[in-house]
Nanobody
Framework: QEQLVESGGGLVQAGGSLRLSCVAS????????MGWFRQAPGKEREFVAA???????YYADSVKGRFTISRADAKNTVYLQMNDLKPEDTAVYYC????????????????WGQGTQVTVSS
């Protein structure tokens, strides 16, 4: 059982940067695929980025070139570096974990954090 805790959200102006962190409590973190999703008010949860245990990365087109996902297995932590933020990036960002590659489908992820709010002002 993995417990995930996100941090690093906040209020930033358009063009600014934030780095989100997600710490996992389990002992098998290095074996999990980790993903970041986001959900804006009134919208469905959408995929942002994922990283496999081999550090293969996959991004949504909307964030490609601006966001970077990485992991530090020794710290049980996955990061999301967000640069050149836009107002449309405003959402609650969720960390998720799965034992098998699930790509961009939220239904394929087994464990979820509580979310951290990111607000980008114009």
């Amino acid at each position: 059982q993995e417990q995930l805790v996100e941090s690093g959200g906040g209020l930033v102006q358009a063009g600014g940067s934030l780095r989100l962190s997600c710490v996992a409590s389990g002992r098998t973190f290095s074996m999990y695929v980790m993903g970041w999703f986001r959900q804006a008010p009134g919208k469905e949860r959408e995929f942002v980025a994922a990283i496999s245990w081999t550090k293969y990365t996959y991004y949504a087109d909307s964030v490609k070139g601006r966001f970077t996902i990485s992991r530090a297995d020794a710290k049980n932590t996955v990061y999301l570096q967000m640069n050149d933020l836009k107002p449309e990036d405003t959402a609650v960002y969720y960390c998720a974990a799965t034992a098998t590659w699930a790509g961009s489908s939220p239904r394929g992820y087994d464990y979820w954090g509580q979310g951290t709010q990111v607000t980008v002002s114009s």
